[in-house]
């Protein structure tokens, strides 16, 4: 059973010279998470933000829960430092850890919910082992490394077939997708069994970013 559906906007797309005040206009405006796309320019192409971001953004009085997608290798020195700097949920590649057991837990003894992410052309029998061990499954719509893709539509499988996985075992797991996720494909998302929708630029671009957001979660609920 799915749970009730959450908007998590990027930051990568946000305004980082006022990044406080692009935070709380998009939460007041109805989105529920706060998303990190952390990027190490050596597991993925690009370079992004690490943990002085999040710690920032929790002084600055950000309460909503802030959902750290790791994409670096090695992963557990992160895990340590952004569970230390507040984040509640930790999401990291199974590719990028030579322990994946380890790793999970790791995340979950310091007090965080853990999540692992599928690239689209990840195997899902690569987390079956951990399955119960895990709070959020990422399905990623676009190769990992830059925001403003376009989604990849052959997800919308991966997304069923992930729905199946979590329903069969009875598990209570988020079920995110990131990646050219919009308010003109949102519901063919969730009607696949998406429960968590990162969304970068398609909120943060838009000339009216409550309007659209309105407009996404009437889709959703």
């Keep these: 059973m799915k749970n009730s559906a959450v908007i998590a906007p990027?930051?990568?797309s946000a305004n980082f010279a006022k990044l406080g005040a692009e935070v709380d206009e998009v939460l007041t405006a109805g989105c529920q998470w706060v998303h990190f796309d952390v990027m190490d320019n050596h597991y993925v192409p690009n370079l992004t933000f690490g943990p002085m971001i999040c710690k920032a953004l929790k002084d600055y009085g950000i309460t909503a829960p802030i959902d750290v997608h790791l994409m670096?290798?090695?992963?557990?020195e992160m895990i340590k430092s952004f569970a230390a700097a507040g984040a509640d949920y930790i999401s990291f590649h199974p590719e990028a850890t030579k322990?994946?057991?380890r790793s999970v837990?790791?995340?979950?003894?310091?007090?965080c919910k853990v999540g692992l992410v599928?690239?689209?052309?990840?195997?899902?029998?690569l987390i079956k082992?951990?399955?119960?061990d895990l709070d959020i499954i990422l399905i990623m719509s676009v190769n990992p490394g830059f925001g403003g893709q376009s989604f990849i539509p052959k997800t919308l499988d991966k997304i069923r077939a992930v729905r199946r996985l979590i329903d069969e075992h009875n598990l209570d797991i988020r079920l995110s997708v990131d990646g050219g996720v919009k308010p003109d494909n949102i519901k063919q998302i969730f009607d696949a069994g998406a429960d968590t929708f990162v969304m970068g630029s398609a909120i943060f671009a838009s000339e009216d970013r409550a309007a659209t957001i309105k407009q996404t979660l009437a889709q959703v609920n």
Aim: proline fraction near 10%.
């Design 10 to 12: 990027s930051i990568l």
């Design 72 to 76: 670096v290798e090695p992963v557990d």
């Design 99 to 101: 322990h994946l057991h």
């Design 105 to 111: 837990h790791l995340v979950k003894e310091l007090g």
């Design 118 to 125: 599928l690239n689209p052309a990840t195997p899902i029998n």
């Design 129 to 132: 082992d951990v399955l119960e």
